[in-house]
């Protein structure tokens, strides 16, 4: 493995630049691994697979929408590794039913009995994972040492190590969907990469290209590591400063069942985890008729509250 000329951080197959400091990295470097793939790219919401023929897979796995093939013109990343799934078709099914039901006074009374499953896919979602060594500088109010104020300022330094840390590398899951996903799979369980018939979203960017979201991942882990070292019992403006000296990551593909389901002829989606059924995100239809009929209820209630209050 070759280090970066400028801060030393390790440099990885296909990166274009430093992921630490950014700095462009000479084409001789590192040697050229001839990645080239079509990719499969829904019109929709922008996810991508690998594009095999025989697989035939004119479909977005993720929204059902149609795909067009994509010649990319830099190398495209590729998992090493994978966490197998956990659960099987019957499961998610099972689990998508469950989650229908408790979808709370909100959600149609009929929408378990109603709602049609249209598509249940076993799908690879990628992934970063990255480890790293940082010096981080922080800075907070809390209420050590305030004596006449309510706050005081407290600042300080330490030496920080991030293992594991997930970062998305998908466009086909939303962001909010990755990180309700990510703390919940066994990252000790991954295997080297021997795929079966599942589809495989492609990673939409290099190492170097999503530097921000890396180092944004890694200072929200920095936030919450602080937190500890924040003197006093209330804190609040916690701001941290990571300056990263050692990135590595891993690309690790991760399993999900992406449901799609109709309810009163509009389509919805849902996404189960494919090693803890239990964690489901997605999105149910609302009843707007009850929410108009408790907001008027709540406003004639504040309406004879007012009313009393004025007459006394």
Known sequence: MIDCARCASPLEEGDLRCAVCALTIADEAIPAVDAR???????????????????????????????????????VEAARTYVPFAIDRAAATTTLRQ??????????ATLHDEAVLESLTAVY????????????TWTADSDHGARRSAWAPHAGELPLTF???????????????????????????AQPVEWSNVSVESFDAQRSAARAAIHAAVEQRARTAVEQHIPGQRYRNVHVACLVERL???????????????????LYRAVVHGSRPAIVVGR??????????????????????AAIVLTR
């Open 284 to 305: 149910a239809p609302i009843d707007w008729p009850k929410l108009v009929r408790i907001a008027a209820v709540v406003l004639a209630v504040a309406a004879i509250i």
């Open 163 to 189: 293992d594991r840390i997930i970062v998305t590398a998908s466009r086909g899951l939303a962001t909010h969907e990755a990180h309700a996903l990510a703390p919940f799979y066994d990252l000790a369980s």
């Open 99 to 108: 989650w229908l039901a408790k979808r709370g006074w909100l959600a149609p």
């Open 248 to 266: 590595t990551t891993d690309r690790v593909a991760l399993p999900a069942w992406v449901l799609a389901y109709r309810f009163r002829g509009k």
């Open 125 to 136: 979602w990628p992934a970063w994972v990255v480890s790293a060594k940082a010096q981080v």
């Open 37 to 75: 793939a079509r990719v499969l790219r829904c019109t929709v919401c922008g996810a991508a697979i690998e594009f095999d023929p025989r697989r035939q897979a004119p479909a977005c796995v993720f929204c059902r929408s149609v795909m067009e093939i994509e010649q990319p013109h830099d190398p």
